[in-house]
């Protein structure tokens, strides 16, 4: 069993930046690839951006140059640095971790972003 642990989330004004860090612990073998998805209310999860073990990136529909992820092999541990924050933005943010074929998915227990004056 993995289990995924995130921080950082919180209130942040438009245009402001915040950064997740999401850790990683137990059997990690299988495991290919790390980030974050989010969820709007009402909406299902929807993907931000991932990042495999060889390094390569996915992003979701958001604009590449707002949302870095960046890895820490040795930690287990991903980090999401988002900038220039919009209240469009605002949703729960979850950490997950999957398999290469993507049979397996492990979730973190989500961690609010709200981008607000």
């Known amino acids: 069993q993995v289990h995924l642990v995130e921080s950082g989330g919180g209130l942040v004004q438009p245009g402001g930046s915040l950064t997740l860090s999401c850790t990683a612990s137990g059997d990690m073998t299988n495991i290919y690839a790390m980030g974050w998805y989010r969820q709007f209310p009402g909406k299902t999860r929807e993907l931000v951006v991932q990042?495999?073990?060889?390094?390569?990136?996915t992003y979701g529909n958001v604009l590449k140059g707002r949302f870095t992820i960046s890895k820490t092999n040795a930690k287990n541990t991903v980090n999401l640095q988002m900038t220039s924050l919009e209240p469009e933005d605002a949703a729960i943010y979850y950490c997950h971790a999957r398999d290469e074929i993507g049979k397996v998915w492990h979730w973190g227990q989500g961690t609010q972003v709200t981008v607000s004056s």
């Open positions: 990042i495999s073990l060889t390094g390569d990136i």
